[in-house]
């Protein structure tokens, strides 16, 4: 990253990549001759990483959760008790994602993959139901951020399979 202190280095073609210099934006693009910001990162925090292959049980009732505030996908449940975790795809493919009540639960789910950023802009795909099942296709290297939420303070599994 270049430093705060100084100006964006010039843009001389639009749709490159470039660095602003803020550290909390990421997908700055040169436009009309400027490096302009990509999207900010505003998750609160990450809760966990995960790889392909993982599987993860996570209880709202006693986990630390936290809400977001920004809608989705324009989805409105992004205001449920969230856990987000962060997934770096090692490969380019297809990226399987399941989630489901745990131990006789019987909450609704939504789950989102943001692209990129952990950002709502960033929403690539969401689906809604007591269980749900996702599946994106993964540049390898690229960062992704799963976001799963339920409506109450309830236990779910989260499994990751690449193929």
């Known amino acids: 990253d270049s430093s705060p202190d ?19 934006t990421i997908g700055d693009v040169c436009k009309g001759g400027t490096c302009v ?10 809760d966990a990483d995960i790889d392909c292959g993982d599987w993860d049980h996570w209880d709202l009732w006693t ?9 989705a996908c324009d ?7 969230d856990t987000i975790y962060r997934f770096v795809a090692p490969k380019t493919g297809t990226v399987d994602v399941w989630v489901s009540g745990y ?9 989102y993959v943001l692209a990129g950023a952990c950002n709502p802009a960033a929403c690539m795909k969401w689906d809604f139901g007591f269980s749900v099942g996702l599946d994106f296709q ?7 951020y799963i976001v799963v939420e339920g409506s109450s303070w309830d236990s779910y599994s989260l499994s990751v399979d690449c193929e």
Request: aromatic content about 6%; some cysteine.
């Open 75 to 81: 989805h409105d449940k992004m205001d449920w008790y």
């Open 63 to 71: 986990d630390d959760v936290h809400g977001a505030t920004n809608a």
């Open 103 to 111: 131990g006789g639960s019987s909450d609704t789910w939504v789950a």
């Open 6 to 24: 100084l100006p964006p280095p010039p843009c001389p073609v639009d749709g490159v990549p470039c660095d602003d210099g803020d550290p909390t």
């Open 37 to 46: 910001p990509g999207l900010q990162e505003t998750c609160k925090k990450i």
């Open 138 to 144: 993964a540049e390898a290297g690229r960062t992704y």
